[in-house]
């Protein structure tokens, strides 16, 4: 079994440094990425999708986080064709975005393109160097639609990254229905090209389906997107404002080790970002995971000793479930509902 990795899509949102989890001293740039790196052995840095990243920053986040820790890195949204505003990108490229791609559907300057992709790699160097890059997350928007211009577009969005680890994340329902589904499989394994798993709310017309394949042998990406019933459509608190239940987590336990089973590494990662959920809602299915596999050997009947290769959730540092808050109300003080 391949190793599960559980964390959250960023350990900077406002809402979470406003919360109550980061303790008095750590509560800076630096102790609020070691804090969450002593609890957590991954996340995601969903900041890349709204400007570039820096040299600097991954050079810092680098030497801020233990040996093992992966950052996966969501891409630019110019990079993903999404609308991207002028003062995302670094004032000399502003002229060239006013002229292209700034609009829903505008292609943007190639030109443009090819600068902001270099720039882009350049940063996530130091990461790479030093053993912390995951993956780079193309989140693709809600009216790519499966067809042959969003295909071409994967494939030089591949060719651009050779070397890289990257995993897709599709918000379109169509490329998992049941007569597209054997075909997005079959296109992403051949670009190697990681498919990503998201839980969403059920029964609307923009959701998600839970059931999506290993892709390539060294990664699975889970995100937890909440379920608000705003998915879609309501502001940013709006559609991730959710907090897990413990049965929600659990009926996904068996889907995480069925992932791991076909993968060398299964990223779980929570993006319900309203207070402290998503930091909570990890700490619980890493629980949920820890004690399922603890279970394993009585169920298999081995004494101490798993399958070949199987391994416990991946945990750095202490398991806060316990731990009460600074407030000393526990873990619950902060709900998405307040």
Known sequence: MGDIMVGTCSWTDPALVSSGWYPRGRRDAEGRLRHYADRFPV???????YGLP???NSR??????PDGFRFDVKAFSLLTGHPTRSAA??????????????????TADPGLLDEVWHRFGAALEPLREAGRMGAVLFQ???????????RTFLEECRERTAGWRVAVEFRHPGWWAQDERARTAAFLGGLDLAAVAVDTVRGLAGSLTPDVPVTVPALSVVRFHGRSAAWGTGSKEDRFRHD??????????????????????VHVLFNNCCGDAAVRAAEAMRGILDDEAAEEPSRTGAHGNGPTGQ???????????DTPSPSGTGTQEVSCRN
């Open 140 to 150: 693709l928007p809600p009216w790519a639609a499966p067809g042959a211009q969003v």
């Open 244 to 265: 897990y239940t413990a049965a929600e987590l659990r009926e996904w336990a068996p889907r995480i080790r069925a992932l791991a089973d076909d993968a060398a590494e």
């Open 54 to 56: 820096s040299i600097r």
């Open 60 to 65: 810092l986040w680098a030497e801020r986080t």
């Open 311 to 321: 391994t416990r959730s991946h945990t750095i540092g202490p398991d806060r479930r």
């Open 43 to 49: 996340v995601e840095v969903d900041s890349a999708y």
């Open 89 to 106: 990108v670094p004032a000399d490229l502003r002229p060239a975005l006013a002229r292209h791609g700034r609009a829903r559907g505008a």
